[in-house]
């Protein structure tokens, strides 16, 4: 098979013109060109005034593959194509007595349970949570009613943090072996939209993504894995630090020497849990700050230009970044288009900020996080899980400033920049639920972080015109960036430094950051802990 990169066609291309323009470029005959498939669509927008085009990657098989890579030989563009597919790395022998458990029922664990249960393993999955069904009513009450249930939100249940998101499916990960064309193929499987198997920047929004986690959950079942929901896992028990098994919150005992730990960022209860089991941890950076918002109109004219509104197009996005003179990176964070902002809490007390978008992107608002590095050394340098405490701290301090009712403190970039409290809105709506109050957001975070983003958001709006507008909304607080602590794993085995039998796993742990990159590692523990548990059978 053979990988040609760099074809260029417009935006408006008839579907039969990528096979015409393969063949002119290979300078093939017609029935030289046995089969292709696209592996990438992206845009180039350099030139957003005067042409946007699509940029394919092909895979492609000719009756002589071998006469047409010799042909092309110094040709960068066309080479061999590597091997994408997935191959399982174990199959269980039909004597495995032991199963596996997978706490945690996120994208990781879903992977991680999925993969082993694939290869025959039949994991049981521990989800403190409910399911999507149920746990969608339970978010839906703190949106609408101020109600958090704090065993069933946003963060917690079936699909973990990222089922109410934006539903993006790119990752900056190294992925030499295409684990992420597995995530994408296990959900088309499932029932999201084929493309996001190609184009360059997928997502698939917050209600798609509950239907393919249903039916996801359904293969593990007819695979033999289990799911238990409503299942926390409240305890490790363990044998000279080695795990042999985990305990519930209502007193169940489960036993296993394999253990996969998929917790996301947010179980704090958890982390506190591991720490004094001295699991081994250590403090990790993170990064705080707000979300801003602003009309999608205005983005997809500083992005696309004439182009903006293009139906190929869709919604545009942005990624931005400022080094602030304090030293510190302001940095735009899971940008969410044609999005809404949404409470992200799951503690009492606490107000936190993330954004979240349906398939169609059509909301009237972009959102994204913009955010402020820190670090263990210079921020949190109290103890392990002082970055933990600091969040606990900000996020009671914006549930206050926000009228202690759950809605969250917001302020307009004008009077931020300025330094005075809001009374007014502008034209800009903010789409928080359940609602905000205005207030001056310098009064929740350090100096140092207000410091930075006041002097970042000139700054973007110089690369998009309008991004600092005085009536631009910024909520806060935005707190739950990526885990504060790394759960640290021996790089060949994938257990804990510390604790055998224990598998970090995915956000929670430090080894991801976001949808597809959690369900990738998830995949790679799945592995680490099939070969382990082949090798203790003596398989
Ligand atoms: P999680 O998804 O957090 O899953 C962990 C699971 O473990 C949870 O379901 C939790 O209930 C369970 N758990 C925790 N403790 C226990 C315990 N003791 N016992 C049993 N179960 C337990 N990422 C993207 O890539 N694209 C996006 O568009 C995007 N949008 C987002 C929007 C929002 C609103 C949020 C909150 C996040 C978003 N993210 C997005 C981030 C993404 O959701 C996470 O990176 C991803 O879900 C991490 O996967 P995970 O499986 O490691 O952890």
Redesign the pocket.
């Known amino acids: 098979m053979i990988r040609l990169s760099e074809l260029s066609l417009s935006l408006d291309h008839p579907e039969d013109a990528l096979r015409e323009a393969i063949i002119k470029r290979l300078n093939l005959v017609d029935e030289e060109l046995q089969d292709f498939f696209v592996f990438k669509r992206s845009y180039d927008a350099r030139k957003k005034n005067t042409e946007i085009t699509f940029v394919y990657i092909i895979h492609l098989t000719t009756s002589n593959d071998a006469a047409v890579l010799a042909r092309f030989e110094d040709d960068v563009h066309v080479k061999v194509a590597p091997d994408i597919e997935y191959h399982p790395v174990a199959s269980a022998p039909e004597n495995l007595t032991e199963r596996p458990i997978v706490?945690?029922?996120?994208?990781?664990?879903l992977f991680a349970a999925l993969t082993l249960a694939q290869m025959g393993f039949k994991p049981i999955v521990?989800?403190?949570?409910r399911n999507v069904r149920q746990r969608t009513k339970d978010t839906w009450a703190l949106w609408r009613n101020h109600k958090l249930d704090t065993e069933s939100n946003?963060?917690?249940?079936e699909g973990?943090?990222?089922l109410?998101?934006?539903?993006?499916?790119y990752s900056q990960v190294k992925d030499p072996k295409f684990y992420g064309r597995k995530v994408m193929s296990e959900f088309v499987r499932a029932g999201a939209p084929e493309e996001i198997m190609y184009v360059s920047k997928p997502?698939i929004g917050t209600f798609r993504l509950t239907g393919v986690v249903a039916k996801m959950r359904e293969e593990i079942i007819e695979l033999g894995g289990e799911i238990r929901f409503e299942?926390?896992?409240s305890d490790l028990l363990m044998e000279d630090q080695k795990i042999t098994g985990v305990a519930l919150q209502d007193g169940t005992v489960l036993e296993s020497k394999h253990v996969v730990l998929?917790?996301?960022?947010?179980?704090r209860d958890?982390f506190r849990m591991l720490h004094k089991n001295d699991v081994f941890i250590e403090p990790k950076p993170f990064a705080i700050g707000f979300r801003i918002e602003h009309p999608q109109s205005l983005i997809d004219k500083a992005r696309l230009g004439k182009y903006a509104g293009h139906p190929e197009l869709g919604a545009a996005d942005y990624k931005l970044i400022h080094h602030a003179k304090n030293g510190r990176a302001v940095y735009s964070f899971?940008m969410?288009p044609g999005g809404t902002v949404?409470a992200?809490t799951s503690e009492e007390g606490r107000v936190v900020t993330?954004?979240?978008s349906q398939y169609s992107r059509n909301e009237r608002n972009a959102n994204s996080g913009i955010v402020v590095g820190i670090n263990p050394e210079q921020d949190y340098p109290e103890g392990i899980l002082a970055g933990v405490e600091l969040q606990e701290r900000l996020e009671e301090v914006a549930y206050k400033l926000g009228g202690s009712d759950y809605k969250a403190p917001a302020q307009l970039v004008g009077d931020f920049i300025k330094g005075q409290a809001s009374t007014k809105l502008g034209d800009v709506e903010p789409s928080y639920k359940p609602g905000i109050q205005l207030c001056d957001l310098a009064d929740g975070l350090p100096d140092f972080i207000i410091e930075a983003v006041r002097e970042a958001l000139p700054a973007f709006g110089k690369k998009i015109r309008g991004f600092d507008r005085e009536d631009a909304i910024l909520t806060g607080i935005e707190t739950?960036t990526s885990s504060p602590i790394r759960i640290t794993r021996d790089n060949q085995s994938y257990q804990s430094l510390n604790t055998q039998g224990l598998y970090p796993a995915?956000?929670?742990a430090g080894y991801?950051?976001?949808?597809?990159s959690?369900g990738i590692d998830g995949i790679k523990v799945a592995e680490a802990v099939a070969l382990d548990m082949l090798k203790q059978q003596g398989a």
């Open positions: 706490v945690g029922f996120g994208p990781c664990g521990l989800e403190r949570g946003v963060q917690y249940g973990g943090a990222g109410f998101s934006d539903g993006k499916l997502h299942a926390k896992v998929a917790l996301g960022h947010s179980a958890t899971c969410c949404v992200a993330n954004g979240m739950r995915g956000e929670g991801a950051g976001g949808i597809l959690a």
